[in-house]
């Protein structure tokens, strides 16, 4: 910094004040290099978290069993391709609608009793049931009812695994 220097009203010389940079300079480059690193992790990380997420779909959507994502009151999330044509019900019609709607009244209420000691639990239950089709068919079908959290947290979602067993139970 350079200043002039003024006695009694004359300029008699200039003041300059020299201030050392070099390590806030190369802490700034320490930060920025730091900073770049970090970036590439974040989307290193995101790519691999797309990955993942990609194979988790693919097999969702993929499986030969109907799979539902349920809320802990039996309404239906999301449901996979195999659960769309095992019940002849188009895709995002049965979003928010209650499970009940895919079987007997007997049948929604053995699955309604298990719920608890699913969720409290955390256990999987399995039933065979009479399952309908939307235009009201009945088939056979096996159902798996999971918590999807197996920890000791509350449990806020189920997933239910549909498999049609008409052709076993034939052969039965």
């Known amino acids: 910094y350079v200043t002039p220097l003024v006695l009694d009203s004359e300029m008699v010389g200039y003041l ?6 070099t390590e806030r300079n190369q802490a700034q480059a320490n ?3 730091l900073n770049q690193e970090l970036e590439q992790m974040v989307e290193d ?3 691999a978290l797309e990955q993942t997420k990609d194979h988790i779909e693919a097999i969702f959507n993929h499986s030969a069993d109907g799979i539902l994502l ?8 999301q449901g996979n391709y195999a659960f769309e044509q095992m019940f002849a019900i188009p ?3 049965y979003l928010n609608k209650s499970l009940s709607e895919l ?3 007997e049948d929604y209420t053995r ?3 298990q719920l608890e000691d699913v969720i409290e639990r955390h256990k999987t239950k399995r039933l065979e049931i009479q399952a309908k089709h939307q235009d009201g068919i009945n088939f056979d079908a096996e159902i798996s009812i999971s918590p999807i ?3 000791d947290s509350a449990v806020e979602n189920v997933v239910c695994i549909i498999r049609d067993i008409t052709e076993r139970k034939a052969a039965e």
């Open 91 to 93: 895709a995002d019609t």
């Open 103 to 105: 079987m007997s009244d």
């Open 45 to 47: 990380r995101t790519k």
């Open 149 to 151: 959290n197996r920890s």
């Open 70 to 77: 349920l809320d802990d009151g039996l309404k239906i999330q």
């Open 111 to 113: 699955i309604a009793s």
């Open 31 to 33: 930060l920025e290099k």
């Open 16 to 21: 300059a004040q020299m201030v050392d940079l």
